[in-house]
Nanobody, 124 residues
Framework: VQLQASGGGLVQAGGSLTLSCAAS???????MGWFRQALGKEREFVAA????????YYADSVKGRFTISRDDAKNMVHLQMNSLKPEDTAVYYC???????????????????WGQGTQVTVSS
């Protein structure tokens, strides 16, 4: 599975962006997730969506502002980001993996497939 992320850019604080991730293969059996890495920091979990019921999980820092969704017919996953803050500035990566324990959704080592990243910059 190859992943291609897009939709990043420069936005003012309070604004919105939608990131998209296109997969080369079928995604219906995969957990899909978004992670981000700010300059000088470790890559951190942002959001994930499960493969069957489409349950969603979010980092506390983005809960209520970000929404992850998937379209398995198009092999796509999206991240709608609202009320953006300067601290959301980072390179955002989409990821996919076969996760069998739902409690592992935030663990980056459980995701076998990664996109190239897209830069999101939020100005104050």
């Amino acid at each position: 599975v190859q992943l291609q992320a897009s939709g990043g850019g420069l936005v003012q604080a309070g604004g919105s962006l939608t990131l998209s991730c296109a997969a080369s293969g079928r995604t219906f059996s995969l957990y899909m997730g978004w992670f981000r890495q700010a300059l000088g920091k470790e890559r951190e979990f942002v959001a994930a969506i499960t493969s069957n019921r489409g349950s969603t999980y979010y980092a506390d820092s983005v809960k209520g502002r970000f929404t992850i969704s998937r379209d398995d017919a198009k092999n796509m996953v999206h991240l709608q980001m609202n009320s953006l803050k300067p601290e959301d500035t980072a390179v955002y990566y989409c990821a996919a993996g076969y996760i069998f324990y739902s409690g592992d959704y935030y663990r980056r080592e459980k995701y076998a497939y990664w996109g190239q990243g897209t830069q999101v910059t939020v100005s104050s």
